[in-house]
């Protein structure tokens, strides 16, 4: 589709490889501009212009606890999708695609996209306990039917709508910054790099980045209460 609420949920559901998703918003500018101009094709407005790039330097900011206090006023999916992000500590394209299989009690099985990898690590109980309200549709936990998930996009869109309603002050909040709080709420709660690793698979260099984040709002409250 090349409506601007698609390219931009297609950006987004790339966003843990910034330089392809730019590229992908920059081709369609291109291509679009080009049938316009050179071949007078009858199109309107270029979809794509406009839209904010990740660039080079893009890091996805952890969701602050007054937009988790709103998840309540969220639509279901959106709702639905930021738990199991947080729960898992995945990519929100992996969350999003996971069956009811994939949890076996205190257990659930995870995947790594970009290792192409699935492992098996323990599930937290606020997840349990969120996933024992949630109605079985079909095989996936966010159904769109008996045997198909609601897509990323799908899910993209209704987030980008619904933090609209939140103010300016939301928009710099991606799906991708729950994973990083699921990071600092591990670091906050005196994990182990070793244990932040095992639940989220990231390399070394990003935990310790969250971890020192976490570590200066723990410190700087120790401080002031002192």
């Excluded at 988790?68 to 394209?93: C, F, H, M, N, Y």
């Excluded at 709080?181 to 698979?201: K, M, P, Y």
Aim: glycine letters at 6%; charged letters at 30%; a positive charge.
């Amino acid at each position: 589709m090349t409506t601007r609420a698609a390219i931009r949920a297609a950006h987004d559901s790339m966003a843990d490889k910034p330089r392809q998703a730019d590229k992908h918003i920059q081709t369609i500018r291109m291509l679009w501009n080009y049938a316009k101009n050179k071949l007078d094709w009858t199109l309107g407005d270029n979809p794509a212009a406009n839209i904010d790039l990740f660039g080079k330097q893009k890091e996805f900011e952890p969701w602050p606890a007054w937009m988790i206090e709103k998840l309540d006023s969220a639509p279901d999916r959106v709702r639905v999708a930021a738990e199991l992000i947080l729960g898992t500590g995945q990519r929100p394209s992996a969350a999003i695609m996971m069956t009811w299989s994939q949890f076996n009690g205190e257990w659930m099985d995870v995947t790594d996209e970009k290792g192409d990898e699935t492992y098996t690590v323990y599930c937290p109980k606020p997840l349990r306990d969120f996933l024992a309200g949630v109605r079985k549709e079909g095989r996936f936990v966010l159904a769109k039917n008996l045997t198909e998930q609601v897509t990323y996009n799908g899910v993209a869109s209704a987030f980008q709508k619904w933090r609209k309603t939140l103010g300016p002050e939301a928009k710099k909040y991606t799906l991708h910054g729950l994973r990083k709080l699921a990071i600092v709420r591990l670091a906050e709660a005196g994990c182990t790099d070793a244990q932040i690793q095992a639940v989220t698979n990231q390399s070394a260099e990003m935990v310790a980045y969250y971890r020192k984040r976490a570590s200066r709002k723990i410190l700087s409250e120790e401080a002031h209460k002192k």
